[in-house]
């Protein structure tokens, strides 16, 4: 065989490699650590969704390729849900667009509305899809980055402005945030709405995290507000509201138009997924409110839990309102290295976190902090804390 002169992966994704997520479950495993790294529960989510997947297998419902928009039963929920909550109206039949997990959401959307040479606004640090799915649309991308401010990420509305030019197509937004888990308020998405009309962007958002936020903070779609319902794509998952992570059931709303372009691009990426899991999440979507409100307080206590016994082995941390993430600052320990501390942290505690250096272009700027999930049992958290007392013993 002649020698391959050219590299294998092309031009848009070779600066990808591993996502930082299975290299650090991976060492997890290896080493039998606590995995406070990838963010998915260790616990499985209510017993009477499992009980509905079940069901939908037995009955064979889903078991051979659904719509491809998603079944009727659960875009019909998806519908509800937004406009219970919310107030947001969308047609089941043409507004609401079933995907595998809000992954292939973010994928089909950039994929369907970025041009090759358009810019891409994401706030940073950003997840790490959205970095790989702009290149993969050809878009560029251009971080506009959330700063510590009293203890907590926020957003510098003169700094999103400016990053506009005559080439930005949209805004990739993300609230509540991963990793920092700062909750953009009323009066910062109202900026970015009028920022979007003024300069004619669209926005995709991703809501993921949008059942836990803390502290009394509210969760605004911002597509409820003026001028932004025609220009939005909102993404929800199944995955975090209802501790599936595995099922990779999420989806899109949006004006039909919308909806109509990113499911051209959806159609060819997997076409359908999980057809038996979308019943069940019909389902869960409609769980009483009960459901939500002890999914948050549970996660806010475990949130506190992790949170104080961080600060009481001497982490600065960054209070988060949402997600399950927290953000904490190594140089009290004088370490500067989140890389390297997260990758000799099995050895010296026997505990898994993210370094979120992976989700800035600068990776200097997140150099010093890293991630710890708290969507555990409670103990598996205190255990975490005691042995994250070694670093100072
Ligand atoms: N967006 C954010 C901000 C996330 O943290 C995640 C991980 N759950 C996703 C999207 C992907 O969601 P899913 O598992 O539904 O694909
Ligand atoms: N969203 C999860 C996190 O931020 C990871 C999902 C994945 O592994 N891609 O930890």
Redesign the pocket.
């Known amino acids: 065989m002649a020698p391959m002169t050219r590299p294998l992966l092309n031009r848009r994704l070779a600066e990808f490699g591993t996502?930082i997520?299975?290299e650090m479950?991976a060492l997890a495993a290896r080493t039998g650590s606590i995995n406070l790294?990838?963010?998915?529960p260790d616990t499985d989510g209510p017993e009477e969704v499992r009980e509905a997947a079940v069901r939908a297998l037995r009955d064979g419902r889903g078991n051979q390729y659904p719509p491809g928009p998603g079944v009727p039963e659960l875009r019909t929920a998806v519908a509800d849900h937004q406009r219970q909550r919310y107030g947001l109206e969308y047609d089941p039949d043409t507004e609401v667009l079933v995907t595998a997990g809000a992954?292939e959401a973010i994928a089909a959307a950039l994929l369907a509305l970025v041009e090759p040479g358009d810019e891409v606004i994401a706030l940073e640090p950003y997840?790490?899809?959205y970095a790989a799915c702009v290149a993969m649309a050809g878009g560029t991308r251009v971080p506009v980055t959330l700063r510590p401010h009293e203890g907590a990420y926020v957003l510098d509305l003169d700094e999103l402005r400016a990053a506009v030019t005559d080439r930005t197509r949209l805004i990739l937004l993300n609230t509540p945030h991963?990793?920092t888990g700062t909750v953009l308020t009323r009066a910062e998405l109202t900026a970015v709405a009028e920022l979007a009309v003024e300069r004619d962007l669209l926005v995709v958002t991703d809501e993921v995290y949008e059942h836990l936020v803390f502290d009394g903070a509210e969760h605004v779609p911002i597509a409820t507000l003026p001028g932004m319902r025609d220009r939005t794509v909102t993404i929800g998952s199944s995955g975090k509201t209802f501790s599936f992570?595995g099922w990779k059931v999420g989806w899109a709303t949006g004006t039909h138009e919308l909806v109509a372009a990113v499911r051209t691009a959806k159609q060819y990426l997997t076409y359908v997924s999980a057809g038996p899991f979308q019943y069940a999440v019909a389902e869960a979507l409609r769980l009483p409110d009960a459901y939500f409100d002890s999914f948050r307080a549970d996660h806010q206590r475990k949130r506190d839990l992790l949170g104080d016994g961080l600060r009481a082995v001497g982490f600065e941390v960054y209070q988060p309102q949402g997600t399950y993430?927290i953000t904490a600052d190594i140089t009290p320990f004088g370490e500067k290295d989140g890389y390297a501390f997260c990758r000799a942290l099995p050895e010296r505690c026997g505990v898994v976190a993210?370094p979120n250096s992976v989700f800035y272009d600068d990776p200097g700027t997140g150099r010093s902090q890293v991630r710890f999930?708290f969507c555990k049992k409670d103990d598996v958290l205190v255990e975490a804390v005691g042995r994250l007392r070694r670093l100072v013993s």
Do not use: K, V
Request: proline share 6%.
């Open positions: 996502t997520f299975a479950s790294g990838q963010g998915f992954t997840y790490d899809s991963n990793p992570t993430f993210i999930a």
